[in-house]
């Protein structure tokens, strides 16, 4: 699309930059006269086509209407039809309304495409043709640029002899081979300005068996005598034909240039093959690689060199055909490092470039023998392992494996060791109580491994476990609820639960390692209540105890309110009554006045009263007075109903 654009550009160039007198360019084909416009009409302008033959005595109209630029997106594409796709690939528009911008704004693609294609010129308003004209007569053109209000702008005129000019075939037709296809090569004269001659592009047509065929209608003229096009859809190895057809604005084509033929050498090397890989077995080497994608491979060959860098050496006598992308070397020797490449080969004898070498080192695959009488000892939580070495004399060295199952290894040796005793433990510590799972192997100078030698080693559990997490208390109603993190140790059994009420430890009860919290409801209100959580494992270690902080066991009920509430006047102040709160754990007392009913209730009472009256001494015959009851928990009732002072006569 790239591509196609700026072709299209190059010959707006020419175009524009050729022909800077005229203002409108006419071709003719049979008895019509083809008129395009150089430029497009502005908006509000419309054109008028006139005409004056040789018996006329006057200009008469051709254009029963005047031609007017479309400014409807949707009547421009239906104009266009099936060659919008194509005009907007060519601009890298996306919409209708990008395109007819392009073709109405830029002066070089709206002139383009004004001679290439007649719908564009129709819908910029640039063309127009006209037909039953005598041939070799001259006529006279008139072309009139008019307003809204139909006033004339602009007029144009042009003297016009109607007679064919077919245009010239392209000359000088040459071939050249390129690695990427056939180049063909033509010259055509450079653009006249003066003259009629408008060709604008060229048709190639080519045969390959028996007839030529077009194989492309859109090679645009370019400002330059000579011009190419690469066929890339010739083979190496074919001939092949070619002739071009020169067209004209008007769609009048040239006689066929004259005929080239040629044929396709392959000069080009196939690419190099990839994916080259080694098998070894039983000192030989297999080397295998991906086939070529290029169609024309014939064979492979195969270099080996002692070194990265060095010569190589062709190893095959003969040619490895195109499908058998293998080779065996059998010419091996052990303890010997070769490295190794591979060509591609054409029908045409072309080779391509080495593949990367890749070396392989030819050593026995024959592993060593295991160690000998692998026993274990145990001292200070550290396990210490003893073996002999196997009689193999190619033994370079020892790797140790730890793992808790004989599937989940890991070496605990970084490299390989001399010694034939290992203490495992000094670094990283052994679980007590685990039973693990030690293999020791042999290794031969080509880092080959033996079967492995094996033992179970089981660490004494004489530690105890890590202590539990936070332990978290929640006073509900008529419990504690206790909740404790776990302990880190995975050989934690059970929990011991206890408690520390008011000084006195109480054992709560034993639970799985699986259980984190329990409900106290033994806990007594009134009681401070501090819990204690210890971790014991599967051989009873005990571990230290995590504590909770201490919680005060209380209750959230409040008690009833007081009923009855009496308040009499006398000469020394207000006397207070009420019946008794009826609740197991009440604490007492508390009595408040107002100044009116509605009023804002005041505490008079400092002290919790545990009697059922009270003498205020501060009281008035217009006093308003009402009691709570508040439990042990700290807990209080509702107001009791608002009781007024009554006059006694005491």
């Not at 203002?23 to 005409?51: R, W």
């Not at 640039?126 to 037909?131: K, L, P």
């Not at 995590?546 to 007081?562: A, N, V």
């Not at 207070?576 to 009440?586: G, H, K, N, Y």
Request: charged share 20%; net charge negative; aromatic share 10%.
């Amino acid at each position: 699309m790239r591509h196609t654009r700026q072709f299209f550009w190059i010959i707006g160039l020419v175009i524009h930059s050729s022909l800077p007198g005229q203002n409108f360019v006419s071709t003719v084909k049979g008895d019509s006269v083809f008129i395009f416009l150089m430029q497009t009409p502005a908006v509000g302008q419309s054109v008028v086509i006139e005409c004056k033959g040789p018996q006329d005595s006057d200009f008469f109209q051709l254009t029963q209407d005047p031609i007017r630029p479309v400014l409807s997106l949707d009547e421009a594409r239906r104009m266009l039809g099936d060659d919008y796709q194509e005009i907007a690939d060519a601009l890298q528009t996306e919409n209708m309304q990008q395109t007819l911008y392009i073709l109405r704004n830029d002066a070089f693609h709206g002139g383009i495409f004004t001679l290439l294609n007649r719908n564009v010129g129709r819908v910029l308003g640039r063309f127009f043709v006209a037909g039953g004209h005598q041939k070799n007569e001259i006529y006279n053109y008139r072309i009139r640029l008019i307003d809204r209000q139909g006033n004339t702008q602009q007029t144009f005129e042009k003297r016009i002899r109607i007679i064919e000019k077919q245009p010239v075939p392209p000359a000088d037709i040459t071939l050249a081979p390129q690695p990427t296809g056939m180049e063909i090569a033509w010259k055509y004269p450079s653009w006249n300005p003066d003259s009629d001659e408008r060709v604008v592009q060229f048709h190639l047509y080519r045969r390959i068996n028996d007839s030529f065929q077009l194989i492309k209608d859109r090679l645009l003229r370019l400002d330059s005598p000579e011009m190419f096009y690469l066929d890339r859809d010739v083979k190496p190895g074919v001939s092949v034909c070619y002739y071009l057809l020169a067209v004209d604005a008007s769609g009048l084509m040239s006689e066929p240039s004259k005929i080239v033929c040629g044929r396709m050498t392959d000069t080009v090397p196939p690419s190099q093959p990839l994916g080259l890989i080694s098998r070894l077995q039983e000192g030989q080497v297999t080397l295998i690689w991906n086939l070529n994608p290029e169609l024309d491979v014939a064979s492979y060959n195969v270099y080996r060199a002692p070194d990265m860098t060095g010569p190589s050496m062709k190893m095959n006598t003969d040619p490895i055909m195109a499908e058998e992308a293998w080779y065996t070397d059998t010419a091996c020797k052990l303890r010997t490092q070769y490295f190794y490449s591979v060509s591609a080969v054409d029908t045409a004898g072309n080779e391509s470039q080495p593949s990367n070498r890749i070396s392989i080192w030819i050593e026995d695959k024959d592993p060593p023998s295991p160690p000998m009488h692998l026993r274990s000892y145990m001292e200070n939580h550290q396990v210490q392992l003893h073996w002999q070495p196997s009689a193999d004399s190619d033994i370079w060295g020892f790797y140790v494996y730890r793992g808790l199952t004989d599937k989940t290894l890991f070496r605990l040796t970084e490299k390989l060791i001399q010694d034939t005793l290992y203490t495992d433990g000094i670094t990283n510590n052994l679980e007590p109580g685990t039973r693990y799972y030690y293999v020791v192997t042999s290794v031969d100078s080509s880092l080959l491994e033996s079967k492995n030698a094996a033992i179970w080693v089981e660490t004494p559990d004489d530690q105890p476990p890590q202590k539990p997490g936070d332990v978290h208390t929640i006073v509900r109603t008529g419990e504690i609820l206790i909740q404790w993190n776990p302990s880190t140790s995975p050989d934690v059994a059970i929990y011991k639960l206890s408690k520390i009420c008011n000084g006195t430890i109480i054992e709560l009860g034993k639970f799985p390692s699986s259980i984190l919290e329990w409900a106290d409801t033994t806990a007594m209100k009134g009681d401070t209540c501090q819990y204690s959580i210890i971790a014991v494992d599967t051989t009873g270690n005990q571990s230290l105890a995590t504590l909770s902080e201490k919680r005060f066991m209380r209750d959230y009920e409040p008690p009833h309110y007081p009923r009855f509430l009496q308040a009499k006047s006398d000469k020394t102040g207000v006397t207070v009554q009420w019946e008794r709160t009826i609740a197991e754990d009440l604490a007492g007392y508390i009595l408040y006045r107002a100044e009116i009913e509605t009023g804002q209730y005041q505490k008079i009472s400092e002290a919790p009263l545990s009697a059922l009256q009270y003498h205020d001494t501060e009281g008035k015959p217009h006093h308003w007075y009402r009691v709570k009851a508040f439990d042990t928990s700290g807990n209080e009732s509702k107001f009791s109903q608002s009781a007024p002072v009554i006059f006694s006569n005491n």
